[in-house]
Nanobody, 123 residues
Framework: QVQLVESGGGLVQPGGSLRLSCRAS????????MGWFRQAPEKEREFVAT????????RYADSVLGRFTISRDNAKNTVYLQMNSLKFEDAAVYYC????????????????WGQGTQVTVSS
């Protein structure tokens, strides 16, 4: 059983930056594809970014491409999401997820989820 704990959320002005972290425990972190998803009020949870176990494959949602960067440190069992040039529409609860499967952007690939961290974008 893998436990995931996110941190790093908070309040930021438009154009600002935040770095989210997700630390895993209870499993072999390096075996899993790691993803970030987000959910805004009254909206579906949506894919943000994903990275395979060795970092060889990285994918982003079109809405964050060029602004967000996903990375992982297998020695620290941690995945990161660097978010730059934040916009109002980026405000959401961000979830870290771990799993395996061919469809890296699909929620169905991810078996383990964190509790989420709130990102608020406000002037």
């Amino acid at each position: 059983q893998v436990q995931l704990v996110e941190s790093g959320g908070g309040l930021v002005q438009p154009g600002g930056s935040l770095r989210l972290s997700c630390r895993a425990s209870g499993g072999t972190f390096s075996r899993y594809v790691m993803g970030w998803f987000r959910q805004a009020p009254e909206k579906e949870r949506e894919f943000v970014a994903t990275i395979t176990w060795g970092g060889g494959s990285i994918r982003y949602a079109d809405s964050v491409l060029g602004r967000f960067t996903i990375s992982r440190d297998n020695a620290k069992n941690t995945v990161y999401l660097q978010m730059n040039s934040l916009k109002f529409e980026d405000a959401a609860v961000y979830y870290c997820a771990a799993g395996n499967g061919p469809l890296l952007t699909s929620r169905d690939t991810y078996h383990y989820w964190g509790q989420g961290t709130q990102v608020t974008v406000s002037s």
